[in-house]
């Protein structure tokens, strides 16, 4: 089970890091990702990150601004979001692929989902 947290409510410009740890089993080797989704819009992609961290891939609309990372000592995944926009308000979900999945594919579908956890950004 996926569990994330370190959401919540920031003003434009601000930072958050969001963390993702798994339950009751090691998070690799699984390649993670974190999706987000707006009200009123589609679950969209964020960032992955291979389990070693080697290969990691954002979104276009969050390329220098946010950095994931995992720290697989503590079985944990990391979002570092700083130049916070109000479009950046979501509900961030984490998520993992299969062992093995390439990163690019658990970037298109993960298999295994989290709860999200909100994130709002005032202006």
């Known amino acids: 089970q996926l569990q994330a947290w370190g959401g919540g409510l920031v003003q434009a410009g601000g930072s958050l890091r969001l963390s993702c740890a798994a339950s009751?089993?090691?998070?690799?080797?699984?390649?993670t990702a974190w999706f987000r989704q707006a009200p009123g819009k589609e679950r969209e992609f964020v960032a992955a990150?291979?389990?070693?961290?080697?290969?990691?891939y954002y979104s276009d609309f969050v390329q220098g601004r946010f950095t994931i990372a995992r720290d697989n000592a503590k079985n944990s995944v990391y979002l570092q979001m700083n130049s916070l926009k109000p479009e950046d308000t979501a509900l961030y979900y984490c998520?993992?692929?299969?062992?093995?999945?390439?990163?690019?594919?658990?970037?298109?579908?993960?298999?295994?989902w989290g709860q999200g956890t909100q994130v709002t950004v005032s202006s």
């Open positions: 998520a993992a692929g299969a062992a093995n999945t390439p990163t690019a594919a658990v970037a298109r579908q993960p298999r295994y």
């Open positions: 009751g089993r090691p998070f690799g080797p699984y390649a």
């Open positions: 990150i291979s389990w070693s961290g080697g290969i990691t």
